[in-house]
Each structure stands twice: as C-alpha cells, then as structure tokens.
C-alpha cells in the first residue's frame, strides 16, 4: 500500500472517530433527558401525570423561565399554551392519553423559518422538575 492511500485512510479513520464522539453524546443528551425532538424543531415528552397537574407545571417552568403566558385554554384531546418572550414565540399542547397520562408537545420558534429545540427541551426539563 503507498503512503498516499494510508495518509488517506488514517485521516478518515481521525474524523470519523470525532463523528463518533459527538452522535455519542447527542444520543447520551437526548436519553437522559427522555425529550424527542423532531426535524421540525417540535420537542415532545410524555409524563406519567394527569394532564391538569402537567399544565401547573408548565405554566410554573415558564414562570421561572421570565416567558409570559399570553392565553391557556381547551382544545380538541387537550389543553394548549400560548406564551412569548422578546424573540420567540411558544406554543404548548398537552394531549390527554389517559387519565394519568399527559403527553407534553413544545415547538419554540424564533422567527417563521427558525425553531428553537434547546429552548423547546429546556421547557420541558423545568416543567418535569416542577412535578
């Protein structure tokens, strides 16, 4: 084998083994949290509490999160949030799956073309520690 194809192979081997350590780490971030996050920039997670109790603790994460509540009401299997802080807008649905089971969907957006996921998940992790 001449030089020229092992610089080659050992330079991919070097960047791949990088590739490796990051999806590693995203993957170990995501399980941990138990978030799922689309492509969409949508952040779901699913509670094991009735949809009432994970509405106070939504409202109480975005409290402590300084992001107003500009309208909480009913829709269709469910409740929705509405709240907004100087550049984004948040949007919160949360789906009754039984009663004491509440599925939590969180899509924060910056502008039409730019969502938010961290923010999105981090709503999320508050309102779970407000349980």
Do not use: W
């Amino acid at each position: 084998m001449n030089m020229g194809r092992m610089s080659v192979i050992l330079m991919s081997c070097g960047l791949l083994a990088g590739c490796e350590a990051a999806v590693l780490m995203a993957l170990g971030v995501g399980a941990s949290a138990g978030v799922s996050h689309t492509l969409t920039g949508i952040t779901y997670r699913t509670f094991t509490e009735p949809l009432p109790r994970v509405r106070v603790a939504s409202i109480r994460a975005l409290q402590r999160m300084h992001i107003k509540v500009v309208s909480n009401g009913k829709i269709d299997g469910g409740e929705e949030i509405t709240a907004s802080s100087p550049d984004r807008s948040i949007d919160i649905e949360l789906e009754l799956i039984s009663p004491s089971t509440t599925r939590m969907r969180v899509t924060a957006k910056k502008n039409f073309f730019v969502y938010d996921s961290a923010t999105a998940a981090e709503i999320i992790l508050q309102t779970k520690k407000s349980l």
